[in-house]
């Protein structure tokens, strides 16, 4: 069954917030579900799961409006500014915004719709490389400070897909550098950017992400199993 590896993942975290000296409560697991079908989805969400996140646009708008469960969409994908339409109203969180141009689409398209404040993240790119969205480390206050001005959005934290490890351990010093930028922000106490939100750890790194203050983890395939994009339209 699905739910028990969501639940043995469940219980990794609580293990390794247990050696971190963290509450297990502080760290929310994002089952992603990109490229899953929506019956695998619907099976957590009635055994309680409740978080899941999407990486395309018109993916996650299917089957947001094709299911009934009362699920939390997170966006985790590189977003496009001309696709905000199809985003905001249906994902409770963005993790991928990355710059100024993309926060501003964001927080006019809440305005249309009535949505009174979006939560985002500021995407990190912490190891510098050249492929990955994010901004650097060192544009990161300018851009909350920026994004936290508008009205219909607010900053919660930063998201980062760290570079690919041979092992899990190898993602620690970014992870950590992440917590430290994210504190560092946060005692600026910049108005509509609480900074408590820090979303980073996939499938092979979780656990030393949860040691080093994630809030949020993202895991696909430990949950849903290995992604055939062949089969994806
Ligand atoms: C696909 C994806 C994940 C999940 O990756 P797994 O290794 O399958 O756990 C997490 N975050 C982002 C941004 C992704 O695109």
């Known amino acids: 069954m699905l739910i028990d590896n969501y639940y043995s993942i469940r219980e990794r975290v609580e293990a390794a917030c247990t050696r971190a000296g963290r509450e297990a409560s502080e760290v929310k697991i994002v089952a992603v579900s990109k490229t899953k079908p929506l019956s695998m989805i619907e099976e957590l969400a009635d055994?309680?799961?409740?978080?899941?996140?999407e990486n395309y646009v018109q993916e996650m708008a299917e089957k947001a409006s094709s299911t009934d469960r009362n699920v939390n969409w997170h966006f985790i994908g590189h977003l496009q500014t001309n696709k905000v339409k199809q985003v905001v109203g249906t994902a409770a969180w963005i993790h991928s915004v990355d710059s100024l141009h993309l926060a501003l689409a964001i927080s006019r398209e809440a305005e249309k719709r009535g949505v009174d404040s979006v939560n985002v993240l500021i995407e990190i790119n912490i190891g510098g490389e050249e492929t990955k969205s994010g901004i650097g480390p060192d544009e990161a206050e300018e851009l909350v400070r920026a994004a936290a001005a508008l009205p219909h959005l607010c900053v919660r934290g930063l998201m980062a897909i760290v570079?690919?490890?041979?092992?899990?351990?190898?993602?620690?010093?970014?992870?950590?550098?992440?917590?430290e930028l994210r504190v560092r922000i946060q005692a600026k106490n910049i108005e509509n950017a609480?900074?408590?939100?820090?979303?980073?750890?996939?499938?092979?790194?979780?656990?030393?992400?949860a040691e080093e203050g994630a809030t949020m983890i993202r895991v696909g395939t430990a949950i849903f199993g290995a992604r055939d994009y062949g089969i994806k339209s």
């Open 47 to 53: 055994a309680g799961v409740a978080d899941f996140g």
């Open 194 to 209: 609480p900074m408590d939100q820090l979303s980073m750890g996939m499938t092979g790194d979780f656990e030393v992400a």
């Open 163 to 179: 570079p690919p490890a041979a092992v899990p351990e190898d993602s620690r010093k970014y992870f950590r550098a992440l917590e």
